[in-house]
T-cell receptor, first 116, second 115 residues
Framework: GAVVSQHPSWVICKSGTSVKIECRSL??????MFWYRQFPKQSLMLMATSNEGSKATYEQGVEKDKFLINHASLTLSTLTVTSAHPEDSSFYICSAHGGGNTGELFFGEGSRLTVL | AQKITQTQPGMFVQEKEAVTLDCTYD???????LFWYKQPSSGEMIFLIYQGSYDQQNATEGRYSLNFQKARKSANLVISASQLGDSAMYFCAMSASGSARQLTFGSGTQLTVLP
């Protein structure tokens, strides 16, 4: 079946640095991917919708200059957390729709970011 | 706006018994999709079951079934013959028609299966 892969799974960085997380659809093309953030013991909150070949759509309260999204191809979307701070520490997870009318929505494995 | 409500922060069930996880939703969209995901401690989101708003029959996938009551706006997940490996966080989620599967999630229910 379709698979979405995220990299890296874990990342630890110093405050003030930038971190890039990749989300790849391995055997299907995804014109749209979604980025979610999940704080400990909380639910997933949609951050932004990544659109291939155009600007991402951000949810209210999400800083687009801080969370840069690039969807340069039909199989890759990247999320860059710029000038990361400890409060950005979270679990970031992407998803992509595999097409069709049924529940063919696939999630990546997630990326756990810790900012020191 | 869409809203998903899961009122059970935690549930316990004895191994081999059935358990129902509650989910209610609110939407003004005539067409929508309802999902259940399992999230073990590793963090991955595992798709369990999907129900479309116009589906006439309740969805079933192995030991999982979705008790869809449209008039009551509820989409409860029933897990039959619980196994120790079912212990995890369970999320109910909804997508609106035309949203290309942008999901709104409930707060989740932590299920613990007891031996």
């Amino acid at each position: 079946g379709a698979v979405v892969s995220q990299h890296p799974s874990w990342v630890i960085c110093k405050s003030g640095t930038s971190v890039k997380i990749e989300c790849r659809s391995l055997d299907f093309q995804a014109t749209t991917m979604f980025w979610y953030r999940q704080f400990p013991k909380q639910s997933l909150m949609l951050m932004a919708t990544s659109n291939e070949g155009s600007k991402a759509t951000y949810e209210q309260g999400v800083e687009k200059d801080k969370f840069l999204i690039n969807h340069a191809s039909l199989t890759l979307s990247t999320l860059t957390v710029t000038s990361a701070h400890p409060e950005d520490s979270s679990f970031y997870i992407c998803s992509a729709h595999g097409g069709g009318n049924t529940g063919e929505l696939f999630f990546g494995e997630g990326s756990r970011l810790t900012v020191l | 706006a869409q809203k998903i409500t899961q009122t059970q922060p935690g549930m316990f069930v004895q191994e081999k018994e059935a358990v129902t996880l509650d989910c209610t939703y609110d939407t003004s969209d005539p067409s929508y999709g309802l999902f259940w995901y399992k999230q073990p401690s590793s963090g991955e989101m595992i798709f369990l079951i999907y129900q479309g708003s116009y589906d006439q029959q309740n969805a079933t996938e192995g030991r999982y079934s979705l008790n869809f009551q449209k008039a009551r706006k509820s989409a409860n997940l029933v897990i039959s013959a619980s196994q120790l490996g079912d212990s995890a966080m369970y999320f109910c989620a909804m997508s609106a028609s035309g949203s290309a599967r942008q999901l709104t999630f409930g707060s989740g229910t932590q299920l613990t299966v007891l031996p």
